[in-house]
């Protein structure tokens, strides 16, 4: 027996949870997205004629999805097939200075303290435990939380919590909380780039998100097929439990009757009638108004200088030499500081860039590479103005000049004079993804308060929920994944027709 109907708007990973949630729990469910594929900043770029992936493309949080997957009575390795990583990333800071990460907290010590010293080998693991006090401290009442506040917050931790709060540092810049741990400025640099990991300067963040290295200490792990197949998955999961995909389908508007939604109103016209519907899509579009002007009050409008990152990417296929790549790489500007005041404070793109590379047909080991091109993912960090400040051609040109210079700097060549390149930029960011400006990641998480800013999967409007990296609990795949979820248990809890 069907209990309802529900619309969701975006196939995006939080889409995707969502329609597979309440399709599994017996609801009509309808999904209509405007793009051709599932995935939403998931998403595949063809560079010579070779699929690349061109969002996300480190995979944490595997219990998410093995829930999500066993929930449906799926075994989540068997949907997708997964290689764990046993280096988490190289980095460089000039041709000499190397340093890899790696999945043993204690292989990770041994290479700091044969790259800086004993000293900072052993703030790195003092520093592991902290992430891990971090990560324990907020896991339940804040990331599983529908929509947390500092009081409930303070209120769920209980007087012994109160302490573990206290000493999680939320009111300290994770740039200050790394100082306690590492005196080495090239070792604040990398651990300090967690704060990107969310759109951040690790000038302005909270040192909460040291957590981000608890993650990765549980596991990084290799989609065999590309980030891609982790949509295509839940699409086909969701649809064998009864949800419809229609793509190519733009939501215009979503509708309200009496104080609550009643549909959804496609750019053809069309009016699809349903008194629940799931928005996945940036929280800023719903601000905007662009699905209409009875839903807008529901989400406060971001200022510019409230925006997460944006970035600049190209997507290649291209021969390399030189530099011994791993499947993820990093390579640090020389002046931190000035990256993101280049960005944030001056809104232009940075003069001397760090540099992440994810080369896509390489694991752990550089030997198991043979010569020839290889598929790459390029990315610097840029301001999301692309809906206002459009760079000038002269200007990405340079951006781009200033971004291989950097490579070839520290030992990398990229060949592009015969490559199959893809250029993205911030502008072009904000055409997939409107009214955020390029923002990937919604708002950025400046000051202790920007994580409880967040929307909630609620919204004032009955029968309307929001879900995706914009909203609680934040961005990147898992997190995403987790909003989705969420707003399908909130819809099914205000139902009153799922047990959780």
Same mark, same amino acid.
């Given at each position: ?42 998403? =595949? ?44 990333? &190289? ?6 200075? #190397? ?19 004993? #000293? ?12 891990? *006090? ?9 990331? #599983?939380?529908? =929509? ?34 590492? =005196?080495?400025?090239?070792?604040? =640099? ?5 704060? !990107? ?63 609550? !939604?009643?549909?959804? &109103? ?84 940075? #003069? ?37 400040? &459009? ?102 809890? *205000? ?6």
């Amino acid at each position: 027996m069907v209990k309802g109907k529900v619309i969701v708007v975006g196939a995006g990973v939080a889409g995707l949870v969502s329609a597979l949630e309440l399709a599994r729990a017996g609801y009509e469910v309808q999904v209509f997205e405007r793009q051709e594929a599932p995935g939403g900043k998931v998403r =595949q770029v063809h560079a010579g004629g070779r699929p690349v992936d061109s969002g996300p493309t480190v995979f944490t949080m595997r219990w998410v999805f093995e829930r999500i997957f066993g929930d449906a009575g799926k075994v989540f390795a068997d949907e997708v097939r997964l290689k764990p990583l046993s280096i988490l990333a &190289r980095h460089a800071w000039n041709e000499r200075d #190397r340093l890899d990460l790696f999945a043993s907290v204690e292989e990770s010590a041994d290479a700091i303290g044969a790259f800086a010293g004993p #000293r900072e080998a052993e703030g790195f693991r003092v520093f592991c435990s902290r992430a891990r *006090d971090v990560y324990q401290t907020l896991e339940e009442p804040f990331i #599983r939380s529908p =929509q947390p506040t500092p009081i409930s917050l303070a209120f769920g931790a209980g007087l012994r919590g109160l302490g573990d709060l206290w000493r999680i540092s939320p009111f300290t810049t994770l740039w200050s909380a790394l100082g306690d741990h590492f =005196q080495d400025a090239r070792l604040r =640099q990398l651990f300090g780039r967690y704060a !990107t990991y969310c759109g951040s300067s690790p000038f302005e963040a909270p040192a909460t998100l040291m957590l981000v290295a608890h993650v990765e200490q549980d596991g990084v792990w290799i989609i065999e097929d590309g980030m891609h197949a982790l949509a295509k998955s839940l699409e086909a999961v969701a649809q064998e439990n009864g949800a419809r995909f229609f793509y190519g389908a733009e939501v215009e508007e979503i509708l309200t009757l009496a104080g609550r !939604t009643s549909g959804v &109103r496609l750019r053809s016209g069309d009016v699809i009638e349903a008194q629940n519907v799931i928005v996945n899509a940036d929280s800023a579009a719903v601000a905007a108004g662009l699905f209409g002007p009875s839903v807008s009050s529901t989400v406060a409008q971001l200022r510019r200088d409230q925006r997460s990152l944006s970035a600049m990417t190209w997507t290649m296929n291209a021969q390399t030499s030189g530099f011994p790549l791993v499947r993820h790489n990093v390579f640090f500007s020389g002046n931190y500081q000035a990256e993101f005041d280049d960005i944030f404070r001056r809104s232009r793109l940075p #003069r001397e860039p760090t540099v992440y590379i994810c080369a896509q047909d390489r694991n752990d080991d550089p030997s198991e590479f043979h010569d020839g091109r290889e598929r790459l993912l390029v990315l610097v960090n840029a301001p999301a103005t692309g809906d206002t400040d &459009r760079f000038s051609g002269v200007e990405v040109a340079e951006c781009e000049e200033r971004t291989f210079a950097l490579l070839t700097r520290l030992g990398l060549n990229v060949d592009r004079s015969g490559s199959d390149t893809v250029r993205t930029t911030p502008a072009d960011f904000n055409a997939l993804f409107p009214a955020t400006g390029g923002a990937l990641y919604g708002a950025a998480s400046h000051g202790w308060m920007a994580s409880f800013s967040r929307p909630g999967g609620k919204t004032r409007i009955p029968g309307l929920y929001l879900a995706g990296g914009s909203v609680h609990p934040g961005p990147g795949v898992p997190m995403a994944a987790l909003s989705g979820w969420l707003a399908a248990a909130q819809l099914a809890v *205000d139902l009153n027709s799922i047990r959780r």
